[in-house]
Nanobody
Framework: QVQLVESGGGLVQPGGSLTLSCAASGIAFSTYDMAWFRQAPGEERAFVAAINRAQTKTYSNSVKGRFTISRDNAKSTVSLQMNSLKPEHTAVYFC???????????????????WGQGTQVTVSS
């Protein structure tokens, strides 16, 4: 059974930092492209960052230079280090996975067939 479990969310003050983790099971992790998406209330799920099988990283323009995605194939985990957080970053953050394939569009929701349950990140003073 495929399972993606996010952790590390919580309440943080503006300007603070938070690191999210996603533990994967039931997949050959090293052969999968991994990503983070977020969804604020009343909005569609939006791309945040991705790291593919070749360990190439892609970020949305809004988080570039502030967030860092990484993966540990030995531990089957993908992480998202978030620095300089702002209230507009408040959302439920989701981990996503797809077996790597030619033509994979890392920023597209429809690209992924496995999703975690999400973890809440709230940035507020």
């Amino acid at each position: 059974q495929v399972q993606l479990v996010e952790s590390g969310g919580g309440l943080v003050q503006p300007g603070g930092s938070l690191t999210l983790s996603c533990a994967a099971s039931g997949i050959a992790f090293s052969t999968y492209d991994m990503a983070w998406f977020r969804q604020a209330p009343g909005e569609e799920r939006a791309f945040v960052a991705a790291i593919n099988r070749a360990q190439t990283k892609t970020y949305s323009n809004s988080v570039k230079g502030r967030f860092t995605i990484s993966r540990d194939n030995a531990k089957s985990t993908v992480s998202l280090q978030m620095n300089s957080l702002k209230p507009e970053h408040t959302a439920v953050y989701f981990c996503a996975a797809v077996r790597s394939f030619s033509g994979s569009v890392l920023s597209s929701r429809s690209n992924y067939n496995y999703w975690g349950q999400g973890t809440q990140v709230t940035v507020s003073s």
